[in-house]
């Protein structure tokens, strides 16, 4: 029996809103995009609207549940651009982690679950090219199992690095491969539920 959900992966360009709606008229939105998405249609968490990659869509309402509040943790890997030369001093305080401030008096000790430092960008994101790079840079590749408020911008300007890009790559075994910026991929709820290692019993 088919599903009565539909499921999107869009790779999600700069400076464009997570949402449908805004109160602000010269907001880029989701509903900007050339794409037919049907009613109920909705971003499964957010990216910021300077992030770009990897934003989940779907009419299901589980998803959002079964990803984020199922005590199971899910992998996601970013591509990240900051500013000048990273030290290898550096990425180790990364490795170890950061305490980053959520609220006023709220703070998180923000461990990756994997960073490196990488010279070719493009070989990971081939939308990766920057005019940026002509200057003091470097990327890295992290991994997360969580994702907080502007996390990974939080995380390395406290190790001296202002993030310039920040690019979501996937999320489990989901990933960006064959999807232009801007553009759409529909997916089967099999396969989406595999792909991001979903269970209705986690």
């Known amino acids: 029996m088919d599903s009565p959900h539909r499921y999107f992966a869009l ?25 037919p998405f049907p009613e109920g249609t909705h971003a499964i968490g957010r990216l910021d609207k300077n992030t770009e990659g990897l934003l989940l869509l779907t009419t299901d ?25 990273m030290s290898e001093t550096t990425l180790q305080k990364l490795r170890n982690g950061v305490t980053i401030q959520l ?26 090219a920057d005019e940026r790079m002509h200057y003091p840079h470097t990327w890295l590749l992290m991994h997360l199992t969580e994702g907080k408020y502007r996390q990974i911008r939080k995380m390395v300007l406290l190790v001296g690095h202002r993030c310039l890009r920040l690019i979501r790559l996937s999320i489990e075994e989901m990933d ?19 792909l991001l290692r979903l269970s209705e019993k986690d």
């Open 61 to 85: 309402k589980r998803i959002t549940g079964l990803l984020f509040h199922s005590g199971k943790k899910h992998l996601r890997t970013y591509l990240v651009m900051v500013k000048n030369a």
């Open 103 to 128: 609220k006023a008096t709220e703070f998180y000790h923000a461990v990756p679950a994997g960073v490196e430092i990488i010279s070719d960008s493009l070989s990971y994101y081939p939308y990766a």
């Open 11 to 35: 790779n999600k360009p700069s400076n464009m809103l997570s949402q449908f709606i805004s109160d602000s008229p010269k907001a880029t939105l989701l509903g900007n995009l050339d794409y």
């Open 176 to 194: 960006l491969k064959g999807i232009q910026p801007g553009e759409v991929k529909e997916f089967s709820e099999e396969e989406y539920f595999r």
